[in-house]
């Protein structure tokens, strides 16, 4: 009889183990993905908090500050892109880089294009500050391929924040540069 039930109960654990494996690959993929979402969600409240106390100095080009060239000769822009970087990432994989980041100037809450001259004050008080990040994560496991067709988990999120002050209570940027250079006169 126990010869029986031994065999009986490695043929019922052969059926069961996939399931369990797949179960737990999906699990981690969702929690990589929940992951993923809260990391994108947080780098860009993050950039807009800074970007909305420290605004970059002038518009660069057309769209707002469309890429991250002006990283190095914008110091207030670079501490926009450091803080929306600081989400505590498990790997270069899942940073947020300056590539990731976009700040553009809007002229109010329902405004929806932005800015794009410098002539008409983009950093006066009551407009609004938006940044938004774009981040691709690619999946932790090989299955799930077969749940998402191969596709990697793409998430877009925007802060706006309405700039309220000119000038925060920060003596220093980075470099040693101080806040005057960061506000266009």
Request: one cysteine or more; proline letters at 5%.
């Amino acid at each position: 009889m126990k010869r029986k039930s031994r065999g009986q109960a490695m043929v019922e654990f052969a059926l069961i183990f996939p399931m369990i494996v797949l179960t737990l690959f999906m699990v981690i993929d969702l929690g990589f993905y929940v992951y993923g979402w809260a990391t994108v969600q947080f780098s860009a409240r993050r950039g807009a908090e800074q970007a909305a106390r420290m605004q970059p100095r002038e518009i660069k080009d057309a769209a707002g500050y469309q890429n991250a060239t002006y990283f190095d000769t914008d110091p207030c822009l670079g501490e926009i892109y450091r803080e929306a970087g600081r989400n505590g990432a498990l790997s270069t994989a899942t940073a947020i880089l300056p590539s990731n980041i976009y700040v553009t100037f809007h002229g109010g809450t329902t405004d929806t294009a932005p800015i794009t001259s410098a002539a008409s004050n983009p950093k006066k008080i009551g407009n609004v500050v938006q940044v938004r990040v774009n981040k691709i994560f690619k999946p932790l496991t090989p299955l799930s391929k077969l749940f998402f067709g191969g596709r990697d988990f793409e998430f877009n999120a925007v802060s706006r924040r309405t700039i309220i002050a000119n000038g925060p209570g920060y003596p220093m940027v980075t470099n040693g540069n101080n806040y005057n250079r960061c506000v266009k006169s």
